[in-house]
């Protein structure tokens, strides 16, 4: 396992809101938004973009889809017009990668939505990171609260995952995300900085990880953070990474957003400097939706 970042400051190290001139952004209220404050940042400033590399989006499809319905979903995805400069991942259920694989035509990567801890064996239902190298398979979701909350997976368990996949060259979508009665409870800060210590311990090589911060309560549910909620959650994980990992990888790690994402509210969430693309679950079923939220980088741009 991968050993644990030796960057701990005694101090706190300046915050990346020093780097950034503060504003208050004011954006009109969205149907369906849960505002509930969440803790002690405020909204930042619009900019590009705050995580260096391109604009990413995921599709997480989930325990969803059958081989016709998919073979339609790949089809449309292969004939949509999608934006250049962004990094599209889809992440079938296991069973149908090596069809999504074969089908698509484009530049989009697939992604698993689970892998083993270690090496394959006798592991009745698990797929190893040795398996997923061997059928051209490049990222893997992991600590998704449904993993998390459902299947009871911890941040430990998690964290070892991340490290052994990592470790045989497979990518990560690393999720993050607090509870309902967390945010209400004023913890959001307090569960996320945990979730994200148990990745650090693991990870010594952060080139290839992306994070996701998904707010449990917003996942499935039609509610989502709003832009200011989501920028402030971002920023602080951002920091997080430059107090506890280094200012380098804070400045290169993407940080993207998931939770009832869709092509209405995409373009606003993008606008946020810290809010570096999205992890899309329902809405990634449908392929001009999906297509829209790929596409509302254009958003980021224009805010620049």
């Known amino acids: 396992m991968a050993a644990a970042p030796s960057s701990l400051a005694s101090s706190h190290l300046s915050r990346l809101a ?8 004011a954006t009109p209220a969205v149907p369906q938004q849960l505002r509930i404050g969440c803790s002690r940042r405020r909204a930042q400033r619009v900019v590009a973009m705050a995580g260096s590399g391109k604009f990413f989006v995921g599709g997480n499809w989930k325990c969803n889809g059958t081989k016709d319905s998919i073979s339609k979903l790949v089809s449309e995805l292969n004939s949509a017009t999608l934006e250049t400069n962004v990094d599209v991942v889809v992440a079938p259920p296991f069973i149908y990668i090596d069809q999504v694989k074969n089908s698509l035509t484009g530049p989009i990567e697939v992604s698993a939505q689970n892998v083993w801890v270690g090496k394959g064996g006798a592991y009745t239902g698990e797929i190893s990171a040795e398996q997923l190298v061997d059928i051209g398979v490049q990222w893997v979701i992991l600590g998704h609260s449904e993993r998390r909350h459902i299947i009871g997976e911890d941040d430990e368990f998690i964290g070892k995952k991340a490290a052994y996949a990592l470790s045989q060259n497979v990518k990560l979508i690393a999720c993050i995300g607090e509870l309902l009665e967390e945010r209400e409870a004023g913890k959001t800060f307090d569960v996320c900085f945990k979730q994200m210590k148990a990745f650090a311990d693991s990870i010594s090589n952060w080139a290839d990880v ?8 917003a996942i499935g549910t039609g509610k989502v953070a709003t832009p200011e909620q989501a920028q402030e959650v971002h920023a602080a994980v951002r920091d997080w990474l430059k107090t506890n990992v280094s200012p380098e990888v804070a400045a290169s790690t993407r940080i993207i957003y998931g939770g009832s994402v869709n092509a209405a509210n995409c373009a606003e969430l993008a606008k946020k400097e810290d809010i570096d693309g999205f992890l899309v679950g329902g809405a990634s079923l449908k392929a001009q939706d999906f297509a829209t939220i790929v596409n509302s980088v254009t958003a980021k741009k224009v805010a620049a």
């Open 210 to 217: 992306v994070i996701a911060y998904e707010p449990v309560w």
């Open 18 to 25: 020093d780097l950034r001139r503060a504003a208050a952004v």
